[in-house]
């Protein structure tokens, strides 16, 4: 079967009800995307499906078939967050952060100038132990040009 | 089918085993924890373990810095880089006595050798107790001093000009006296025939361009953000097999028998064999190794197991502390005579800590190749040496034969700093039986990561005192109750901290006593060790003992740190107060908490904003002044304050392993809460200027917010706590 991941159709011969996070990493080989809690619930493991944050966990590679399924490597190195989490020297540990920024990213598509309450109700579900939440507040706002 | 306990299959004998305890227990615990140990055995340790190790590229430079024909100059970094941004800071150490171009410095990880890379204040290869840049701070400005001074040597032989009248800017040589000027790039053949000199000229501190400054950034920013960063889980390897094992519900618990015919026909499954440590699974990729576990039937034996439920622990710990068990208390400071001194009017309290998970992003996992005597292994190494001995013991190898090439982790906050190295051991008894040199990468779900035990251990604190003139203390009893982090010693661990503290050295009189209970439940190392609780437990005393004098909890700290001379304590106090208008006014629903605590030789103290929600404090800004010496890297200390704020919160308002009938409740972040974005409070950081030395930021922000909500709950409400989580 075939999986559309950043714009491209790839070949996919394993079990389709692996979950689609571990068929990104053991078989596509993008390994931006990361294994945190397997049950939805620290966001490490979010991708863009059809332009909306998903985490890939939950979601097997059978239900995943016929979506435009978006990773960290297929952001755009360009990406005005990229730049945004470098220029505030967002990541501590870091591991948490691919699956940060896809969400911020799927934020701005949908608010391009988003609320500290914007903020807080769509990254609320992203966990970092490293604590770097205000940076990463920080961040998405200066991304997206609000004070 | 069937599968018995095989003692062939079993890689680790009886034998070994007690070797392990016999070398484990001496060498590392005494190593590991800076104040705690004899160097001596550190040095032992990394001398003659390290015979066969893999040596650094050679350098002209020596073992920290390689300079090569791009002009990039590499720094070595022999530490465990976890978030905590000691990279920066070693390289800013280097790019500064060098007199490098900042940008074109970068890092790499040096190889497990300690006779080269063991910290210096440990005497093993480890990253731990805030000690990276202190331990750092002389070995590295020398090895850029000496750099820097071989390349002025070869400038002033190239052009015929006195050393003198040669400066260095951003990696470019310059001659005073004329416009002569060549890089390091240029310089860099005849810099590297000088003889380093043995005791370079260091730079005075008021010459500083870089430490000390934001231009100090982090080198991992870019490839942490963008993906490319490559953590352990990342590894992939042509013939890798993924393993997954299944673990013993309780600690202390033994395998019985097994039936692996269901998980041996999931497809993808290699192999299924006994370990010590539970059952392995061997598969070509994470989800057959999943499902095959899964499909494991496995009956462990409890025998030996812990079978308690936390609130039976709880009890036994107050029964201990209370003297009604036959756990003696081992005297840990003694003043005076303790005799009368407690007679009469006493404020007494306890407290009770749960066991606390890591819960790091990245669940532990290791990679690991085993082709006979040789081992390589890729991970997050924190502890290297411990790491060599450990796998070396496992494969019946030597620890110079173990080689480690060390990768970033996606969080430790102690977890990845195991004596027994735990999840590095499975994983090499795994490789051992897969034998080949073929790479296995054992992969920990999040739910193996957060039953895997080696907790924050439980604690419980028993305190009476007795208060003198102006309401200070004047006697002072401390009984603590924790399970032992080291398996030898005093314990002191558990109630570092409360020795050296002001508060005690004021009163005439101290009976400090730690009892420690042995359990099957294996306690580690979490960030801020034994402060994660001695903190909250002497700052919310003190709080409460002010409250009683009718004094504020400021003026009443700097009185008592004036009395004791601690001049560090009252400049962080002074600072923190201004900056978070202590003494200004405050709406109505919230209170400030202020709380002082030093923690591995830095002071720091907070100051939170905190209102009451539905049950749940809302803290909403915290300030914190810190005294690091010499601050390295600015930009660093504020993110390890936000940081430890943030980890601090999270445990004091929800963290908590619960035990039932021994069997961990709490599994994923559903069951272990964390902060999350919307609980996360700003956090502003005020650097105390100073000339000492620097001390590390880790874990020092740690320990402070628990006293501080807990400070400003009982300022809003009367009620004191007694124990953590808040929310329970």
Redesign the interface.
Known sequence: MKLNVNGNDRNFDGDVRMPLLWAIRDHLGLTGTKYGCGVAQCGACTVHADGQALRSCSISVADAQGMRIRTIEGLGADHRLLAAWVKHDVPQCGYCQSGQIMQAAALLEAIPKPTDADIDGAMSGNICRCGTYQRIRAAIKDAAGVA | MSERKSEERSSRSPVLTRRRLVLGGSLLGGALVVGYTARNIGAVASGALSIGAQSPDPSAFGPFIKIDEAGWVTVVNKHQE????THAGLAAIVAEELDADWEKVRLESSPANAAIYKNTVMGIQATAGSSAIAGSWDQLRHAGAAARAMFVQAAAGKWGVPVASINVRSGVVYHAGSDRQETFVELLADAAKVTPPANPTLKDPKDYKLIGTDLV??K????????????T??V?LPRML?AMVAHPPRFGGKLASFDAGAARRI??VVDVFEIGSGVAVVAE????AR?GRDALKITWDDTKAETRSSHELRALYRDIANGKTDVTGAAFHTVGNVERAFDGELFEASFDFPYLAH?????MNCVARVDGRKVKLMFASQLQTMDQINAALTAISLPGMVEIETL??????GRRGIMTSDYVVECVNIARHVGGGRPVKL?W??EDDMTSGYYRPMVHHRISIKCGDAGLPAAWRHHAVAQALIPFGANEIAVEGIKNSPYLAVAAVVDGKVFTPKLAVPPAFWRSVGNSHTAMVLEHTVDQLARRAKRDPAEYRRAIYAKAGDVRRLAVLELVCKKAGWAGPIEAGWARGLAVHECFGTVVAQVAEVSMRGGIPKVRRVVCAVDCGVAVAP??IA?QM??????GL?AALYGRITLDRGVPQET???GYR?????E????ETYIVPSRRNPTGVGEPGVPLIAPAVANAILSLTGRATTGLPFVT
């Open positions: 976890m978030g905590q941004g950034r982090r991992d920013s870019q490839s942490k953000s963008n993906g490319t960063a490559r953590y889980q990342d992939q993924t497809p993808g990729d994470t989800w057959s499902r819960a790091a992003m990245e669940p970033p982790a996606g969080g430790s906050f992969v779900t999040r930009n660093q993110a936000e940081g430890g704020v943030c980890f999270s994923n972040f559903d964390v902060l999350r974005m919307d996360a409070p700003s956090v």
